[in-house]
């Protein structure tokens, strides 16, 4: 009995898992956290980009993003083109440091998604609401952990890539070099908990089974 069960478990699992991202058997897609180089990135149109990696201004010990120009549209992309998957969340997280002189509801760190390089885009979180990005990071000096989960639109192409700035605004006093990034992560959190639970239920439905 249980050498027939148990292959009917894992198969369901497996058609469960897919009916949540048609792929995704690794959870993690991208993760970087600047220690080393820029390689895994590109600017517009597959040129150059104004991202530079240094010193952690409140921790010399680390290495983090920052720009030497202000920019709009997108500064700095990752290379790598993601697959868009479809029914697929994914979990984008991020730290982010805005030093104290920024310009109020001005320029500041930007982090959201492209269909190209950078063609369509969205812009999901920033210091302010342009380009409809949520207003939640906070130029204080200190490091402050986000993320958010998101679909990328129907409409676009087969793939994707994440974007960051320190954006330029259309008022006097912006100063590059003034938002940090670090510990960036993309990755699809649901297929291994969903597999998870699956598997337990059916650990149980064939306990059941036996009594």
């Not at 597959?46 to 997108?74: K, M, R, W």
């Not at 982090?111 to 409809?132: F, K, M, Q, R, V």
């Amino acid at each position: 009995m249980m050498k027939m069960v148990t292959p009917r478990i894992l198969i369901s699992a497996a058609l469960l898992v897919g009916m949540f991202c048609s792929s995704a058997m690794a959870e993690m897609w991208f993760s970087e956290d600047f220690e080393s180089d820029l390689s895994a990135w590109t600017g517009k149109d597959g040129g150059a980009h104004h991202g530079v990696i240094v010193a952690d201004p409140v921790n010399s010990g680390n290495q983090v993003l920052t720009f030497t120009e202000l920019n709009g549209y997108g500064d700095i992309f990752t290379r790598e083109a993601f697959n868009r998957l479809p029914e697929c969340t994914y979990h984008l997280s991020f730290d982010y440091l805005g030093l104290v002189n920024q310009v109020p509801g001005g320029s500041g760190g930007f982090a959201g998604l492209s269909e190209g390089l950078p063609g369509e885009h969205i812009w999901y979180y920033g210091t302010n609401t342009t380009s409809g990005a949520a207003a939640v990071m906070t130029d204080d000096g200190q490091w402050h952990h986000y993320e958010y989960s998101f679909t990328v639109p129907t409409t676009w192409g087969d793939n994707f890539h994440l974007m960051f700035e320190d954006f330029r605004y259309n008022l006097p006093g912006g100063t590059a070099g003034d938002a940090y990034f670090d510990n960036i992560s993309l990755h699809t959190p649901l297929p291994g908990a969903v597999l998870l639970g699956v598997l337990g239920l059916g650990t149980a439905t064939w306990r059941l089974r036996r009594s």
